[in-house]
């Protein structure tokens, strides 16, 4: 699991995680570790090895606006997982205001950035065609506008996608946490991507674009951090 040698990898002092739902990825960290959902469905031990795991029970946005992660860890964020509301103009948000919180060799990973058919990248959760995916419990929803987003107003990122079923993991790191382009253009970006359509971009061209590598080529945590240039 890729997940599991990033832990591996990047080692890391401090996790911050935005999506959280029964702790399945949050299970992965052994350091100090802070989880933000709305609704957490948690059954079993997520905790384990941790120093410390807080809990915020609300929206990313209300945590960012409350609250400092890196001022509760007593230092930056070392590794992210963002997995929160799937749409752009949230998971933008959430990776802008995250970033803020990270050292510049830490590490973001976003989830269900490549979906696998256009039915996963509705925008709306309940609609009907939805049934119609090869993977109809899983919602990617439009977050892989993301992708197009960051290359164009933040070249300066690292980003490689890998091919984890069933809609990839996109690893970020060369991050700027003093960078305000995102925040600054963020209703421009929000309105020129949100005319684009899966449809017409096309699944095929966005995979393309995404220049994937494939999960067996990250067997190793040695691997992982040869690709992050760690
Ligand atoms: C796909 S699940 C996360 C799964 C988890 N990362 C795992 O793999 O085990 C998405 C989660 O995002 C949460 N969520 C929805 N809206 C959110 C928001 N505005 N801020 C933070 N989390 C949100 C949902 O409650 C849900 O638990």
Do not use: E, F, N, Y
């Given at each position: 699991m890729v997940l599991a040698r990033l832990h591996e990898s990047v080692r890391p002092s401090t996790y911050f995680e935005i999506g959280?739902?029964?702790g399945e990825t949050l299970k992965l960290a052994k350091c100090k570790s802070i989880a933000v959902d709305p609704k957490f469905r948690i059954a079993s031990d997520?905790?384990?090895?941790?120093?410390c795991c807080l809990f915020f029970q609300t929206t990313s946005d209300d945590f960012f606006r409350d609250r400092d992660p890196a001022a509760i860890f007593g230092a930056p964020i070392d590794f992210a997982f963002i997995d929160g509301l799937h749409l752009f103009e949230y998971a933008l948000r959430d990776f802008a205001n995250t970033e803020r919180h990270c050292r510049p060799n830490s590490v973001i990973v976003l989830h269900d950035c490549v979906p696998a058919d256009r039915w996963m990248a509705e925008r709306v959760y309940t609609d009907e065609c939805r049934r119609r995916s090869t993977f109809p419990d899983r919602w990617a929803g439009d977050v892989w506008k993301i992708l197009p987003a960051l290359k164009k107003y933040r070249p300066d990122l690292k980003i490689a996608v890998v091919d984890a079923e069933p809609t990839g993991l996109v690893l970020i790191t060369?991050?700027?946490?003093?960078?305000n382009v995102l925040s600054d253009n963020y209703d421009g970006i929000v309105q020129e991507f949100s005319g684009l359509d899966i449809t017409k971009y096309g699944i095929a061209r966005h995979q393309d674009d995404c220049a994937m590598i494939s999960t067996?080529?990250?067997?190793r945590a040695a691997d992982v951090a040869k690709l992050l240039g760690r």
């Open positions: 959280t739902l029964r997520v905790i384990g090895a941790k120093p060369r991050l700027d946490p003093q960078s067996r080529a990250l067997a």
